[in-house]
């Protein structure tokens, strides 16, 4: 059906920046909401950035102002633009996107992960 997959991870210093990138592809009819999640370890996974097919965005209160998230509804990818980053912010971070699929329905996919690490 579709797949997601997710680049853009890597070690980088803390005030540092990363670019996350998601492309999705497959049978795609579109797109609705998309979310950033990241899981450290111990932790639940959590909601990190949202953004809805008419281009809402919804932030976790702990990265406002130093996360971007953004879609490109023509090449079914999403971004997750950080800066400012701290070691708080190490996790593996993981792409949702909510996708109608063509002639079958509405389903959750999710990709496989890309480790941040934020570290001197």
């Known amino acids: 059906q579709v797949q997601l997959v997710e680049s853009g991870g890597g070690l980088v210093h803390p005030g540092g920046s990363l670019r996350l990138s998601c492309a999705a592809s497959?049978?795609?009819?579109?797109?609705?909401?998309v979310g950033w999640y990241r899981q450290a370890p111990g932790r639940q996974r959590e909601l990190v950035a949202a953004?809805?097919?008419?281009?809402?965005?919804h932030y976790a209160e702990y990265v406002e102002g130093r996360f971007t998230i953004s879609r490109d509804n023509a090449k079914n990818t999403a971004n997750l633009q950080m800066n400012s980053l701290k070691p708080e912010d190490t996790a593996v971070y993981y792409c949702?996107?909510?996708?109608?699929?063509?002639?079958?329905?509405?389903?959750?996919?999710w990709g496989q992960g890309t480790q941040v690490t934020v570290s001197s």
């Open positions: 497959g049978s795609i009819s579109s797109i609705n909401a």
């Open positions: 949702n996107m909510e996708v109608v699929v063509l002639r079958r329905g509405t389903y959750s996919y």
């Open positions: 953004i809805t097919s008419g281009g809402s965005t």
